[in-house]
């Protein structure tokens, strides 16, 4: 999916394209890029570009701009770029964003940009800036900046002598180039785009040119977040050639899509490109927030989206085969733009370090009401939560890893449809992603949990879409009071991922079925009341269609339940066995053979579940622990590093799933719940990726299996995440062939 989350910037996004590829199509592009590395400007495309006003969507109206913020600016800047658009766009809107952000000495700039002037920003800690009588004078050579030969504006920012992390920014125009600053032109990478640096020789610095009050986290915040979202546009480039040309390039008399191993890679690109587009994105939407916020927005985008998106034009080109190497193709010139993109910003290990220090002093906000939205919910809700936190805690913990089993506190909530409020009444509240937000803020407003319901969280959704009215009367209630706790009973020794394939028969009798075979890796078996469980019907008919989906008491006569020990040292699964177990025909859920349509329904639930924002494994706060305690091997930066990482990898997760909730709100969602599936994969991978982070800072205490210290377990844990849910595997042919259609 694109960065555009809602009908307006979905619309806008359409018109860029659109436009992209009739003024500036990559065939007249490459005819040019000689131009264009050097600095040229095409006049006519720049022409009709500024009079489409992308060029100032985001600047005040006084200056011919429309106020759009930055989320909607980045939309265009992910469009052009994914038209691989040719010159500064980029750094001219850049460079206006920044004097936008100027509290004085900005006007004539404004005005300049406003009516299209072409424009770049200089920055680098090599150029000095000494105070005089007159003013200032700057020194020094800046680093390589995108887009600066050729363009008629500069934004300068240099440091000031003998105050450390003080800067001085200003401005000057081509025109004024001398002795004191020489603008220097450089072969770019970037064949679409100049690149080049200023010397600067004691240049003075007139008062009326001084840019005053930038805010840092403001000028860090937008510069990364248009070169983030124009690497979601090279992404998503990426991505649609790939799969286009896999899908008709034929090998052995068949498509190469076809085969596995091409297949989980253009899925594995998918995850990527929506990993980088949910990071750009989640930096856009920090415009608004205070400067904690900007800054770890803008970390998250430079440490996660910029990388990204030099691997995703690596894996097209690996995809495409020789011809994605020539110089023809037009992919070398998206991969040149991803690095030069990269440089721009910055070494991602620096941005790592950067997110581990911010990390330390602040939490990214992931709320998208605000504190006055929905009074009314508030003030109900507010009411009853008040009045639950007037009563004991009452809730009563499972000795395993089950849920809580409530009382008086959960009968409050439960009354008021809080338990699961996007359940329908009577249940929930029918409570949509705005409403549920709301319900969260009040719930840790007074520092009280949603109770979780545990598999019963995926069992619920299931009844009440496909349960008998006696059926839901039985259960729904009683889950959510936590009287009752559940388990699933699906996987096999011989049918895990083919779950399909399962071998436990269910034989007709009198007023209900008997069944017998064998389940395993069940989780909370040992502490269930009740289960749903998959068994064969139907031998003779397909092996989907001859399934049937029971409820099950755990306390069953022929039911023998035993603890599967983990390579943790753990008893976190069972396994079940089934020896004439008898099932009444009133605890079938829909109709005899209706159970993989039902249990298709549960696996989404459940994959849903797992795509949350919090990591059971190398968890940013696992990371804090060490670095806090000094308990890690080699220094406080590699420790800074680490955090980092975990941490990125953690907002990616969250930022994906905001996203998810928003377009769903704005119902421009596509509906596939198979999109579940690409953040299964990524909260999976993610895990490893933080879990082996943290392991390569442990040193020798990666050896100690102590409770107090569990590091190592924590990552040999890992297999539950990778496994749960359906494997990595499993869910990258789901979305290879439901998602990106790829034959089989």
Same mark, same amino acid.
């Given at each position: 999916m694109p960065l555009a989350v809602d009908a307006d910037q979905h619309a806008l996004a359409e018109s860029v394209a659109a436009f992209a590829r009739k003024l500036a199509p990559i065939s007249h592009t490459r005819e040019h890029l000689h131009h264009y590395a050097a600095g040229s400007v095409d006049t006519e495309v720049w022409a009709a570009l500024c009079a489409q006003g992308l060029h100032s969507l985001h600047l005040p109206t006084e200056y011919g701009g429309d106020e759009c913020g930055l989320a909607t600016l980045a939309v265009v800047a992910e469009q052009l770029s994914a038209a691989l658009f040719p010159g500064p766009y980029l750094s001219t809107v850049t460079a206006s964003a920044l004097a936008m952000l100027a509290e004085s000495g900005a006007e004539q700039l404004l005005e300049d940009f406003g009516a299209g002037t072409t424009g770049a920003v200089l920055t680098g800690h090599g150029v000095r800036a000494t105070r005089t009588p007159e003013g200032w004078m700057v020194s020094g050579d800046s680093d390589p900046a995108p887009g600066l030969p050729g363009v008629e504006r500069v934004l300068a920012r240099a440091d000031i002598d003998g105050t450390p992390d003080a800067s001085l920014w200003f401005w000057f125009t081509t025109a004024d180039t001398s002795d004191a600053v020489r603008m220097i032109t450089s072969e770019s990478v970037d064949l679409t785009r100049s690149v080049g640096h200023a010397e600067f020789d004691d240049y003075p610095v007139r008062a009326t040119?001084?840019?005053?009050?930038?805010?840092?986290?403001?000028?860090?915040?937008?510069?990364?977040? *248009?070169?983030?979202?124009?690497?979601?546009?090279?992404?998503?480039?990426?991505?649609?050639?790939?799969?286009?040309y896999i899908s008709v390039r034929k090998q052995f008399g068949r498509p190469i899509a076809s085969f596995q191993a091409v297949a989980h890679k253009a899925a594995r690109m998918l995850v990527r490109a929506e990993v980088t587009t949910a990071a750009a994105w989640d930096a856009a939407r920090a415009d608004t927030q205070p400067p904690a916020q900007q800054r770890l927005a803008a970390a998250h985008a430079a440490r996660t989206a910029?990388?990204?998106?030099?691997?995703?034009?690596?894996?097209?080109?690996?995809?495409?085969?020789?011809?994605?190497?020539?110089?023809?193709?037009?992919?070398?010139?998206?991969?040149?733009?991803?690095?030069?993109?990269?440089?721009?910003?910055?070494?991602e290990d620096l941005w790592a370090r950067r997110l581990g220090e911010r990390a330390l002093i602040a939490q990214r906000d992931f709320s998208f009401v605000t504190p006055r939205s929905l009074p009314d919910l508030r003030e109900r809700v507010g009411a009853v939560l008040d009045a639950v936190a007037a009563l004991p805690d009452d809730e009563m913990p499972s000795a395993g890893w089950a849920p809580a089993r409530g009382a008086a506190r959960?009968?409050?909530?439960?009354?008021?449809?809080?338990?699961?409020?996007?359940?329908?009444?009577?249940?929930?509240?029918?409570?949509?992603?705005?409403?549920?937000?709301?319900?969260?803020?009040?719930?840790?407003?007074?520092?009280?949990?949603?109770?979780?319901?545990?598999?019963?969280?995926?069992?619920?959704?299931?009844?009440?879409?496909?349960?008998?009215?006696?059926?839901?009367?039985?259960?729904v209630a009683d889950t959510l009071h936590g009287r009752i706790i559940w388990c699933q009973l699906f996987s096999e020794p011989g049918a895990g991922s083919d779950l399909a394939g399962l071998s436990t028969i269910a034989t007709k009798v009198d007023g209900g079925w008997t069944l017998n075979g064998q389940k395993v890796w069940n989780s909370q078996a040992q502490e269930a009341d009740w289960a749903i469980c998959l068994a064969r019907t139907d031998p003779s008919a397909p092996k989907h269609a001859g399934l049937t989906y029971f409820l099950i008491r755990m306390d069953s006569a022929g039911i023998d339940v035993r603890p599967l020990r983990q390579a943790t040292g753990i008893w976190e699964?069972?396994?079940?066995?089934?020896?004439?177990?008898?099932?009444?025909?009133?605890?079938?859920?829909?109709?005899?053979?209706?159970?993989?349509?039902?249990?298709?329904?549960? *696996?989404?639930?459940?994959? *849903?579940?797992?795509?949350?924002?919090?990591?059971?494994?190398?968890?940013?706060?696992?990371?804090?622990?060490?670095?806090?305690?000094?308990?890690?091997?080699?220094?406080?930066?590699?420790?800074?590093?680490?955090?980092?990482?975990t941490t990125a990898l953690e907002l990616s997760v969250a930022a994906l799933n905001l996203r998810n909730a928003l377009t769903l709100l704005h119902g421009v969602a596509d509906g596939n719940a198979v999109g579940n599936s690409v953040r299964k994969v990524w909260h999976a991978l993610a895990q490893r990726e933080a879990s082996r982070a943290?392991?390569?800072?442990?040193?020798?205490?990666?050896?100690?299996?102590?409770?107090?210290?569990?590091?190592?377990?924590?990552?040999?844990?890992?297999?539950?995440?990778?496994?749960?849910?359906?494997?990595?595997?499993?869910?990258?042919?789901?979305?290879?062939?439901?998602?990106l259609k790829l034959p089989r």
């Open positions: 040119r001084v840019l005053d009050g930038i805010d840092p986290a403001a000028a860090e915040l937008w510069t990364v977040a *248009l070169a983030a979202a124009e690497a979601s546009g090279v992404s998503t480039w990426c991505l649609d050639t790939a799969v286009e910029m990388p990204a998106a030099i691997d995703q034009a690596l894996e097209c080109i690996s995809l495409l085969g020789a011809i994605g190497f020539t110089w023809e193709h037009d992919a070398h010139l998206y991969w040149r733009r991803a690095i030069s993109l990269a440089a721009a910003i910055g070494g959960r009968a409050l909530l439960v009354a008021a449809g809080l338990v699961a409020p996007h359940y329908p009444r009577p249940y929930g509240l029918a409570a949509g992603p705005d409403e549920q937000a709301v319900i969260a803020e009040e719930f840790a407003r007074r520092e009280l949990t949603q109770p979780e319901l545990g598999i019963g969280g995926w069992v619920l959704p299931t009844l009440l879409d496909h349960g008998s009215p006696a059926q839901r009367e039985r259960f699964f069972n396994e079940v066995f089934f020896d004439e177990v008898f099932v009444p025909d009133s605890q079938v859920v829909a109709n005899p053979g209706d159970g993989w349509r039902i249990a298709a329904g549960t *696996l989404s639930s459940e994959r *849903l579940a797992m795509g949350s924002a919090t990591f059971g494994h190398g968890s940013s706060a696992l990371a804090r622990r060490l670095l806090e305690s000094g308990d890690h091997t080699g220094s406080r930066e590699d420790a800074l590093h680490v955090l980092g990482r943290v392991t390569s800072i442990l040193g020798p205490r990666a050896a100690l299996g102590d409770p107090d210290q569990p590091y190592a377990v924590d990552f040999l844990g890992l297999p539950a995440v990778m496994f749960g849910g359906g494997t990595i595997e499993i869910q990258l042919d789901i979305i290879a062939r439901r998602v």
